[in-house]
C-alpha cells in the first residue's frame, strides 16, 4: 500500500502566497518524479510542475516564475510554494509520485486526494 496526503490548501487573497506539502508513505522502494497536477471546475487535470529525484525540474508556462516546487528524499516528501497568486490558480491541487514498490517491480502513479485552493479577488 502507498498513500500520497496533501495539505496546506486553502483561501487566499490574490497576491498572496501558499505552501503545499505531500508526504507519500507505505511500502516503497523508490520514488523518482514526483509532481503537482491541479484541476479547476469543467476542466481537465494539467501538470503544473515536476522533480526528479535528481532535483531537476519543469514547470507549467502559467506558474513559472511564481511557483516553486521542491522535495525531501529522505521523507518522501514533495512541496509546492506558490506566490503572487491569481484567482487562475483556483483548483484542486493534486500530488503524483512515480513510485517502485520494491526493487523487481515496475514504477507507477500514486496519487493523493488532493487538497483544495481558491485564490479570491
Known amino acids: 500500500q502507498v498513500q500520497l496526503v496533501e495539505s496546506g490548501g486553502g483561501l487566499v487573497q490574490a497576491g498572496g502566497s501558499l505552501r503545499l506539502s505531500c508526504a507519500a508513505s507505505?511500502?516503497?522502494?523508490?520514488?523518482?518524479?514526483m509532481s503537482w497536477y491541479r484541476q479547476s471546475l469543467g476542466k481537465q487535470r494539467d501538470l503544473v510542475a515536476a522533480?526528479?529525484?535528481?532535483?531537476?525540474?519543469n514547470y507549467a508556462d502559467s506558474v513559472k516564475g511564481r511557483f516553486t516546487i521542491s522535495r525531501d528524499n529522505a521523507k518522501n516528501t514533495v512541496f509546492l510554494q506558490m506566490n503572487s497568486l491569481k484567482p487562475e490558480d483556483t483548483a484542486v491541487y493534486y500530488c503524483?509520485?512515480?513510485?517502485?514498490?520494491?526493487?523487481?517491480?515496475?514504477?507507477?502513479?500514486?496519487w493523493g486526494q488532493g487538497t483544495q485552493v481558491t485564490v479570491s479577488s
Open positions: 503524483n509520485g512515480r513510485v517502485r514498490r520494491t526493487a523487481w517491480d515496475p514504477e507507477r502513479d500514486y
Open positions: 507505505g511500502s516503497i522502494f523508490r520514488i523518482n518524479a
Open positions: 522533480i526528479t529525484s535528481g532535483g531537476s525540474t
